[in-house]
């Protein structure tokens, strides 16, 4: 059975503190990796999808790292309206075609000013 | 714009009521999914299809029904039978073949018993 797991649950930076959350995944043969935001009342938002340990994808403050039992979400100089609840998802390569994503439980950030 | 509507944002069951959700795409993508989010619960699957007129249980399918009869609507029926239904619930949708595409998400509905 696939599994995520992400860390910490809650986060508190201050603005421009950088940071660093993680999410380990045990998954039979990795197809992809996925990190989403979700803001309060609202659904995910994707942001970025890596596929193969060393890959590394940047968007903004934000860069995405993956390695062969976890990924890195990276977060550079962080601003109050980076403050979100940060969500990994993996694939795995399964039979018939079915890639159905299993989620973490994520990680709350707060970013104070 | 492409996307994924959910309607209504806000809804209230009452006991030994059946409540639709409803969710449409414009993405012209094949798989669809529903979700279930609790607090501290992350994402459970509900129900998932990947073609028209078939549809797959999730994790958590008991007193949830399904239909998808369009490739751009996939509604979501609680049931009497769902005990607990109070939760914020989320349809998705994505590309298959690949196994490697993100989904996409509408903005939800919460869905309250009274």
């Known amino acids: 059975e696939d599994q995520v797991t992400q860390s910490p649950e809650a986060l508190r930076l201050q603005e421009g503190e950088s940071s660093s959350l993680n999410c380990s995944y045990t998954?039979?043969?990795?197809?992809?990796l996925f990190w989403y935001r979700q803001d309060p009342g609202k659904g995910p938002e994707f942001l970025f999808t890596?596929?193969?340990a060393g890959e590394e994808k940047e968007k903004e403050r934000l860069k995405a790292t993956l390695t062969k039992k976890e990924s890195f979400l990276h977060i550079t100089a962080p601003k109050p309206e980076d403050s979100a609840t940060y969500l990994c998802a993996v694939t795995n390569r399964a039979s018939g075609g079915s890639y159905i994503p299993t989620f973490g439980r994520g990680t709350s950030l707060i970013v104070h000013p | 714009d492409g996307g994924i509507t959910q309607s209504p944002k806000y809804l209230f069951r009452k006991e030994g009521q059946n409540v639709t959700l409803s969710c449409e795409q414009n993405l012209n993508h094949d798989a669809m999914y529903w979700y279930r989010q609790d607090p501290g619960q992350g994402l459970r699957l509900i129900y998932y299809?990947?073609?028209?007129?078939?549809?797959q249980k999730g994790d958590i399918a008991e007193g949830y029904s399904v239909s998808r009869e369009k490739k751009e609507s996939f509604p979501l029926t609680v049931t009497s039978a769902q005990k607990n239904p109070t939760a914020f619930y989320l349809c998705?949708?994505?590309?298959?073949?690949?196994?490697?595409?993100?989904?996409?998400f509408g903005q939800g509905t919460r869905l309250t018993v009274v």
């Open positions: 998705a949708s994505s590309i298959i073949g690949t196994g490697g595409s993100g989904a996409f």
């Open positions: 299809s990947q073609i028209v007129n078939d549809f």
């Open positions: 998954v039979s043969g990795l197809r992809g």
């Open positions: 890596l596929y193969s």
